[in-house]
């Protein structure tokens, strides 16, 4: 009889384990892709997220922005080397459910206005706070393009 317990807690355990990493397995893939440096970083780091949607759809994105790098969710924002602007790419990432975010900070340090920002932008207190929770506290992988 107690071979028949023991072996049933092993099999339990075993079934335990199992259940608890199915959830790790199947858990959405979550991204912050740090910008602060539209000229360097914007233009590159719109068509990787783009590419990466394209593989991977389900990947949830949040884009953060500071410094430099929330020119590129300003009205009229564009790329000056390539003569690109950036709103109809960053519409079409949010249409796929990127979420985009802009540092109030950056906003308070270069006198900017939220009015001065697409739509499409959200605002957090502090970019690099806001990086930090999502890696620490919501185990999202970071990418700096």
Do not use: W
């Not at 049933?8 to 384990?17: E, H, K, N, P, V």
């Not at 506290?137 to 393009?145: D, E, G, Q, S, V």
């Amino acid at each position: 009889m107690n071979r028949l317990i023991k072996a049933l807690s092993y099999a339990f355990l075993g079934i335990g384990l199992l259940v608890g990493a199915v959830p790790a397995t199947l858990a959405q893939t979550q991204v912050v892709y740090h910008i602060d440096d539209a000229q360097a970083q914007g233009l590159k780091g719109l068509r990787n997220i783009r590419n990466h949607l394209d593989v991977s759809p389900d990947t949830k994105i949040t884009v953060v922005t500071h410094a430099n790098g929330v020119d590129i969710l300003m009205d009229g924002g564009k790329d000056t080397k390539n003569n690109v602007e950036y709103a109809p790419l960053v519409g079409a990432l949010k249409s796929r459910g990127v979420r985009f975010e802009v540092c109030e900070i950056t906003l308070k340090n270069r006198n900017l206005k939220k009015d001065q920002f697409t739509m499409d932008a959200d605002f957090t207190p502090s970019g690099v706070v806001r990086i930090a929770d999502l890696q620490y506290k919501n185990n999202f992988a970071y990418i700096r393009p």
